[in-house]
């Protein structure tokens, strides 16, 4: 049995990886806005964290209010309780990906949890 599985994601306007990748400890997303658009509704989660990379272009994410520019090359952490919306520029598509993790879940870190294998 392979111990990895591998995915080529298209344009779509979002993409789930959970089913994709049988993912057992995080759900990822790869979303597309074109010039103009937004996610069509603000939400917040129970109990997850989302983590965002902006992938390509540029827009704005509106989090409890606050409006926050997003770039190409910039991440973005927001905790579950937080009120969030994402818009593409007016003169921009913006492509970004999207980590779901509970909060205050990761017990080891990179070094902590990797072993060199012989």
């Known amino acids: 049995m392979r111990k990895f599985s591998k995915v080529s994601v298209t344009q779509d306007a979002r993409t789930e990886l ?3 990748l049988a993912l057992t400890g995080a759900e990822i997303s790869v979303n ?3 010039a103009g658009a937004c996610v069509p509704f603000v ?4 109990q997850n ?6 992938l390509a272009g540029n827009g704005k994410a509106e989090i ?6 997003l770039n190409a090359g910039d991440w973005l ?4 309780e937080a009120k969030r919306q994402f818009f ?14 509970k909060e205050n879940s990761l017990e080891a870190y990179t ?6 294998s012989e």
Do not use: F, M, W
Not at 49 to 54: D, K, T, W
Not at 64 to 69: H, K, L, N, R, Y
Not at 77 to 80: A, F, V
């Open 32 to 34: 597309n806005l074109p």
């Open 18 to 20: 959970h089913d994709k």
């Open 111 to 116: 070094a902590d949890d990797g072993i060199v």
């Open 88 to 101: 593409a520029g007016n003169d921009s598509a913006i492509s970004y990906a999207c980590i779901q993790v």
């Open 64 to 69: 409890d209010g606050e409006t926050v520019e």
């Open 77 to 80: 952490r927001i905790s579950p």
């Open 43 to 46: 939400h917040y989660h129970k």
């Open 49 to 54: 964290e989302e983590i965002y990379v902006i």
